[in-house]
């Protein structure tokens, strides 16, 4: 397992940001948030050319989750930021719906990362939490990884379909190189 990073700070006041810009969305617990998580600090990555947090994400069942969220959740009810209630949506399971108790300290954030998150959770406001794993099924990074290892940020970069161009292209160096 990779090494923790030091300061949680930023992960922490991220899913303050997250909920709280969520706090009308009535799919948005434990699951769809790790999948919001997800997409901003790997979209980030893609985009902005570095994650937003840096933490680790791996490989679940109901797709990646920041691997130290746990205790980071605990942390955060611990010092009286959120609060995690069971609620009852109709599934087999009730959903567990995390509530801001304080602002987050937006300082951590560029402006940049601050827009991308909102185009995050703009984007994924009208999915369910399971709507949110099953599209993180799809991701090259996730299909990848084996069930809790790892999904490394460069996977960001990885195209889950080829175009018609880059099969055109790799056929191209393949006959350059002598690969076919």
């Given at each position: 397992?990779?090494?923790?990073?030091?300061?949680?700070?930023?992960?922490?006041?991220?899913?303050?940001?997250?909920?709280?810009?969520?706090?009308?969305?009535?799919?948005?617990?434990?699951?769809?948030?790790?999948?919001?998580?997800?997409?901003?600090?790997?979209?980030?990555?893609?985009?902005?050319?570095?994650?937003?947090?840096?933490?680790?994400?791996?490989?679940?069942?109901?797709?990646?989750?920041?691997?130290?969220?746990?205790e980071i959740r605990q942390g955060m009810v611990a010092d009286g930021l959120v609060?995690?209630?069971?609620?009852?949506?109709?599934?087999?399971?009730?959903?567990?719906?995390?509530?801001?108790?304080?602002s987050a300290d937006l300082s951590l954030f560029t402006h940049e990362q601050l827009?991308?998150?909102?185009?995050?959770?703009?984007?994924?406001?009208?999915?369910?939490?399971?709507?949110?794993?099953?599209?993180?099924?799809?991701?090259v990074g996730w299909r990848l990884a084996s069930m809790r290892g790892d999904i490394?940020?460069?996977?960001?970069?990885?195209?889950?379909?080829?175009?018609?161009?880059?099969?055109?292209?790799?056929?191209?160096?393949?006959?350059?190189?002598?690969?076919?």
């Open positions: 397992m990779p090494a923790r990073p030091a300061d949680d700070r930023k992960m922490r006041e991220l899913i303050l940001y997250v909920v709280q810009r969520s706090q009308d969305d009535p799919h948005m617990g434990a699951t769809k948030l790790n999948k919001v998580l997800f997409r901003c600090d790997f979209g980030a990555y893609l985009h902005l050319g570095e994650a937003i947090t840096g933490h680790p994400y791996f490989k679940l069942e109901n797709g990646p989750a920041p691997r130290h969220l746990v609060r995690i209630a069971k609620v009852q949506v109709g599934a087999d399971k009730p959903m567990d719906r995390w509530q801001a108790l304080k827009a991308f998150v909102d185009g995050v959770v703009e984007a994924m406001s009208d999915q369910t939490g399971t709507r949110a794993a099953d599209d993180t099924h799809l991701m490394p940020y460069a996977t960001a970069f990885l195209a889950d379909r080829a175009t018609p161009s880059d099969i055109d292209r790799g056929r191209q160096l393949a006959r350059e190189h002598g690969w076919a």
